[in-house]
């Protein structure tokens, strides 16, 4: 079954490159980003350089890559297509957020919503990061735009699509950089929420309150 074993395939790629991102994510933050090594990281993962190289092509991936350009186009997908462009990308965005941050049991933040705040201080405060971190945003803006599905064939809907996504992408760093700043402590989703009122206006999320 050649349909199952593609699937296998795909799900260990993807625990091994959630345990080496992990383990990436924790040496940078307890030895710093230019002290630890993908060497360093290879054994604490278990597995050899190689193979780390597989997944993460580059240092700066260990830290960058993620899922939520997929997070964000599945919202985007299940979402009501007549709105604006701004209001579709923005609902999205918060909805993502939400998802990927919302209250463990017991209050707090989920696993993925502290993996999020521990890889946001890398980014932040290590230069080579900083700079990487604009593809990153490159590659969730084209996600976006492919899911609007806005500018197929047409240049004007496409420009359009990747202004409306460049703009929501710059509210949503602003309110990335405060959840940071105040240790996770702020709701994420509440925060794109209000970066995205301050840009666009109160209608921005279809009247939802931000």
């Known amino acids: ?124 405060s290590t230069p080579a990061l900083r700079a990487k971190h604009l593809d990153n945003n490159y590659a969730l803006q084209q996600a976006i735009v492919g899911a609007l599905g806005d500018g197929a064939g047409d240049p004007e809907a496409a420009f359009q699509a990747q202004a409306a996504a460049s703009a929501c992408l710059a509210a949503m760093h602003t309110a990335l950089v405060r959840w940071t700043e105040d240790g996770g402590q702020s709701e994420l989703s509440e925060l794109i929420a209000r970066a995205l009122v301050a840009a666009f206006g109160e209608d921005v999320l279809g009247g939802a309150e931000a």
């Open 1 to 124: 079954m050649p349909d199952q074993h593609s699937t296998l395939r795909a799900q260990r790629r993807s625990e091994t490159q959630r345990v080496i991102q992990a383990h990436a994510v924790r040496l940078f933050s307890e030895r710093g980003y230019d002290a630890t090594t993908v060497t360093d990281i290879a054994a604490a993962a278990g597995v050899s350089p190689m193979t780390v190289y597989r997944h993460f092509p580059t240092k700066e991936d260990l830290v960058l890559i993620d899922q939520h350009g997929r997070l964000v186009a599945e919202q985007i997908l299940a979402g009501p297509a007549g709105q604006p462009l701004v209001g579709r990308i923005g609902r999205a965005l918060v909805d993502s957020a939400a998802a990927l941050t919302g209250d463990a049991e017991g209050g707090g933040l989920t696993a993925e919503g502290r993996f999020l705040l521990a890889r946001l201080r890398l980014m932040i």
